[in-house]
């Protein structure tokens, strides 16, 4: 079995999510104790973007949204790698 | 530059600018510059709602057993809101469409226009239902200052945009005297115009609706006005997607992925695009005022309301490249987010019916005519 990925948010959040996971991103960042910024959670309003300093995501639906150089749409995305991020 | 709607000159819409460049003429979306106007045009088509299909008749009793603070606050905010779905519901159109120059923007630009228009349909829909006669509330719009005072800021970078179009598209560029005034018509004083509207619609869109629609879902949080709720659902579910198709617009523009001019003035203007969103801010905070000068709602207050107004503010100016200008990071009205959630719009089972049995009425109608000669 693959080893869980580290996701860090705002250098004070650290938690694990599954190599394979079924939850968003933004349903992970929840899960443990985010205060995330979310509308639509489907891609499109953008609300939920966040800054990422270092990691992969890959999206399981193409956001609407204008994704700007650096963001992610964590409502529509799950991680690749270890994950560094502003929130 | 005279327009044309159908300009006969051989032009390549894959190299035209979003806007002032050739004027469109095939409607073609097999070959796209900026392929994501026609992404918004199929989820705003997928959005398709009528406000019929939402019963609102609950609403009534709730409405007249609310105090008079909060009548004024519910009334006040639908004036508003008929306020700026009326100015949304032509001004696109009549703004962009003359300027436009790719067929995927200019179709964007129509259906989003169009989901505009539902939106004052609902309005109509809303208030009859309270009032039998709601002329009165209507009325009240053309003569009540404090949404006259936001009338003119929300319009005024429309009618300059377009009263500067109009002068190019009729007497070219130069200097234009009418009735004694002066104007300068180039290229460049018509992009910074579009400009400076596109961030006016951009603010518009992106938190003038939002002190009305925390009003709306503080009541639907203590189970009053839920019909109505749910059409400001549906709306505030379009205006997402409305604000999507702006904040793409001013960063392509800022990105450089579109005309290199209007990269030019984005950067040149940063001060005055941020100043239009700032006072938008500043005058709905005022809003928040007014509503609650004869006192508040229960769940709600104007520092409340503030405080989301600069919230969401932040979340706005950061999608398109402003510094985000305010102290309040976290979000004051968390319930707010379930309503703005987009899968749990959802009509009631009964609501369900009523389009089904219309799809199913379209459904026979056709039928009826297409087999009307045959022996079936
Ligand atoms: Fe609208
Ligand atoms: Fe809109």
Not at chain 1, 7 to 22: G, H, I, M, R, W
Not at chain 2, 233 to 252: F, G, K, P, V, Y
Request: proline share 4%; hydrophobic share 40%.
């Amino acid at each position: 079995m693959t080893k869980p990925l580290r996701v860090k948010v705002n250098s004070d959040v650290l938690f694990e999510v599954p190599a394979q996971s079924d939850a968003s991103l933004l349903q992970s960042m929840e899960q443990a104790g985010v205060e995330a910024h979310f509308h639509c959670r489907s891609g499109f309003c953008g609300a939920c973007r966040t800054h990422l300093i270092s990691g992969e995501v890959a999206y399981t639906t193409e956001p609407l949204a204008y994704v700007r150089r650096g963001d992610i749409l964590p409502c529509v995305c799950v991680a690749l790698s270890d994950l560094e991020l502003e929130h | 530059m005279k327009y044309s709607t159908f300009n006969q000159a051989l032009v390549n819409p894959l190299i035209e600018p979003m806007f002032f460049g050739n004027s469109v003429n095939v409607a073609r979306y097999d070959q796209q510059r900026h392929s994501i106007f026609e992404k918004l045009i199929e989820k705003q088509l997928s959005f398709f709602w009528r406000p019929e299909e939402v019963d609102v008749s609950r609403d009534r009793v709730d409405f007249h057993a609310m105090s008079d603070s909060e009548k004024h606050i519910f009334i006040s905010n639908l004036k508003y809101q008929t306020l700026l779905d009326s100015v949304q519901g032509r001004s696109p159109n009549i703004a962009f469409l003359p300027i436009v120059s790719l067929p995927e923007l200019e179709t964007w630009i129509e259906t989003w226009s169009f989901s505009e228009t539902i939106h004052s349909r609902s309005y109509t829909h809303i208030l009859r239902n309270l009032f039998g006669d709601p002329s009165e509330v209507f009325d009240d719009i053309m003569v009540n200052d404090e949404i006259k005072k936001r009338a003119t800021d929300i319009s005024k970078y429309y009618d300059d945009l377009i009263f500067h179009t109009q002068l190019w598209q009729t007497q070219g560029e130069g200097d234009i005297t009418i009735d004694g005034e002066t104007y300068t018509v180039t290229p460049r004083e018509l992009k910074k115009k579009l400009f400076l509207c596109m961030n006016s619609v951009n603010a518009l869109e992106a938190i003038r609706f939002y002190v009305s629609f925390a009003c709306t879902f503080a009541f639907a949080e203590r189970e009053m006005m839920e019909g109505n709720s749910k059409i400001i659902r549906l709306i505030a579910r379009d205006e997402n997607l409305h604000l999507t198709s702006t904040q793409h617009i001013l960063n392509l523009w800022q990105y450089g992925e579109d005309d290199p001019e209007m990269q030019e003035i984005a950067e040149e203007l940063k001060d005055e695009a941020l100043a239009i969103f700032t006072s938008a801010v500043e005058q709905e905070k005022k809003w928040a005022h007014y509503l609650f000068k004869n006192g508040s709602m229960i769940g709600l207050n104007e520092q409340m309301l503030c405080q989301y107004v600069e919230y969401i503010a932040n979340l706005r100016m950061a999608a398109i490249g402003l510094e985000p200008q305010y102290d309040q990071t976290s979000n004051p009205l968390p319930w707010m987010n379930k309503y703005l959630v987009s899968d749990n719009v959802q009509v009631a089972p009964q609501e369900a019916e009523i389009s089904s049995y219309l799809v199913g009425q379209i459904d026979s109608e056709v039928s009826a005519t297409d087999f009307g000669d045959y022996d079936l």
